[in-house]
């Protein structure tokens, strides 16, 4: 299978006056397309900085983070911005849903960015709602909605643009253990369709659905393991 995202002896290094802090320290592993990956590890042990340098809103101090062949390092931030928009959809733990819009509204937000709107857009806003189980949801918003059909929109809206990488964040910590287990259940059905997702999580169980388990200690990696994916 195809590498979708290539991290290449990865540091971050964070300066705090005359302190420097080694959030990420030599870091390698390769992504592939339709492969399903929880990253783990205790607060602290570089989690949110490496979803950050995976979800290009950050760039390493040292080494290369490659996303479908392209050195993000190399790319300014109009070209980082369209990278996020095509090629990585973001779910997240709180949502972050447009309490304004309704379901199909919020599904079609990264169109309303690149200038997308269309008769097409809003064909595949339908049939991604569909597609969670929200066909019956579409003009409701955000405060009409429990947390799990929130999450539902969420996913929908991360698939939206067709992104190679689905880059979940905690996604089920705001949910109850069944409602969990829902959206855990769609995750697979996604890896099963080709989807690469990498959940970063720090519940064991959840982490052990992914067919891969990545965890870090002190900003290295400490272990990559199989999951029950």
Same mark, same amino acid.
């Given at each position: !299978? &195809?590498?979708?995202?290539?991290?290449? +002896? *990865?540091?971050?290094?964070?300066? !705090?006056?005359?302190? +420097?802090?080694? &959030?990420?320290?030599?870091?390698?592993?390769?992504?592939?397309?339709?492969?399903?990956?929880?990253? !783990?590890?205790?607060?602290?042990?570089?989690?949110?900085?490496?979803?950050?340098?995976?979800?290009?809103?950050?760039?390493?101090?040292?080494?290369?983070?490659?996303?479908?062949?392209?050195?993000?390092?190399?790319?300014?931030?109009?070209?980082?911005?369209?990278?996020?928009?095509?090629?990585?959809?973001?779910?997240?733990?709180?949502?972050?849903?447009?309490?304004?819009? /309704?379901?199909?509204?919020?599904?079609? *937000?990264?169109?309303?960015?690149?200038?997308? +709107?269309?008769?097409?857009?809003?064909?595949?806003?339908?049939?991604? &709602?569909?597609? *969670?189980?929200?066909?019956?949801? #579409?003009?409701?918003?955000?405060?009409?909605?429990?947390?799990?059909?929130?999450?539902?929109?969420?996913?929908?809206?991360?698939? !939206?643009?067709?992104?190679?990488?689905? #880059?979940?964040?905690?996604?089920?910590?705001?949910?109850?253990?069944?409602?969990?287990?829902?959206?855990?259940?769609?995750?697979?059905?996604?890896?099963?369709?080709?989807?690469?997702?990498?959940?970063?999580?720090?519940?064991?169980? *959840?982490?052990?659905? &992914?067919?891969?388990?990545?965890?870090? =200690?002190?900003? =290295?990696?400490?272990?990559? +393991?199989?999951? /029950?994916?």
């Amino acid at each position: !299978m &195809a590498v979708v995202a290539e991290l290449d +002896e *990865v540091t971050r290094i964070y300066k !705090m006056g005359d302190t +420097e802090v080694r &959030a990420l320290d030599g870091i390698s592993v390769k992504f592939s397309s339709a492969e399903y990956w929880s990253i !783990m590890g205790a607060s602290g042990s570089g989690k949110s900085t490496l979803l950050n340098i995976l979800g290009c809103i950050d760039t390493p101090t040292s080494g290369a983070y490659l996303v479908g062949g392209k050195d993000t390092k190399s790319l300014d931030d109009d070209s980082l911005s369209d990278l996020r928009g095509t090629s990585i959809g973001f779910i997240f733990q709180s949502f972050n849903l447009i309490q304004q819009l /309704n379901v199909i509204e919020n599904i079609m *937000v990264p169109t309303f960015y690149r200038d997308q +709107e269309s008769s097409k857009s809003i064909e595949r806003a339908e049939q991604l &709602a569909q597609r *969670v189980g929200l066909e019956d949801r #579409l003009l409701h918003r955000p405060n009409e909605l429990s947390g799990g059909q929130q999450q539902r929109v969420a996913i929908a809206r991360a698939l !939206m643009n067709d992104p190679q990488i689905i #880059l979940a964040d905690e996604a089920t910590g705001n949910l109850d253990s069944q409602t969990t287990e829902e959206i855990l259940d769609l995750f697979s059905e996604l890896h099963a369709e080709g989807k690469t997702i990498l959940l970063v999580t720090h519940e064991l169980g *959840v982490g052990k659905r &992914a067919q891969n388990i990545l965890t870090l =200690k002190d900003g =290295k990696v400490f272990s990559i +393991e199989d999951g /029950n994916g």
